[in-house]
């Protein structure tokens, strides 16, 4: 699966997030961006987000964050039982890809205390028109 930013998809429509931090017990102070990136496989429905958070501009860590319910990732993996082995998808984990120059612990804590959901509504809006620009993309270049 590649990962695109949504802006280079959708273009100056998109917004990136940016939060200022001072004092937090985990993380260093400074300003955060949350750049949301998506899979650009037109006809993969994994409905998730990356997000790579810079701190100050330099990439700190990378999050990956799922809005829909656990069994819905288990169903589109294709897990048969409750035993079968697949990765977390649902909500926020901190991903593998993940540089991890900051604390995870710390930086899931601070997303997940920034979540809500005007933030799901914007990640799942970015995700419907990354899909309908690819498809759009598709349709032209035939
Ligand atoms: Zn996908």
């Known amino acids: 699966m590649e990962f695109k930013p949504a802006g280079e998809i ?3 429509a998109h917004q990136v997030r940016t939060v200022g931090l001072k004092d937090g017990p985990q993380l260093p102070d ?6 949301d990136f ?3 496989k037109a006809s993969c429905d994994c409905r998730r987000t990356l997000i790579q958070v810079l701190l100050n501009g330099t990439h700190v860590s990378t999050i990956g964050f799922g809005w829909e319910s656990p069994e819905f990732y ?21 991903d ?10 710390g930086m899931l804590a601070f997303f997940n205390a920034l ?11 970015n995700y419907d028109a990354v899909k309908a620009q690819l498809a759009n993309n598709r349709k032209t270049k035939k």
């Open 10 to 12: 959708i273009g100056i």
């Open 38 to 40: 998506y899979c650009t």
């Open 30 to 35: 400074g300003y955060y961006t949350f750049v």
């Open 96 to 105: 593998f890809t993940s540089p991890d120059k900051v604390s995870p612990q």
């Open 115 to 125: 979540l809500d959901e005007k933030w799901i509504a914007v990640f799942k809006y």
């Open 74 to 94: 288990k169903k589109w993996m294709g897990a048969k039982s409750d035993d079968d082995y697949m990765p977390q998808m649902h909500g926020a984990t901190v």
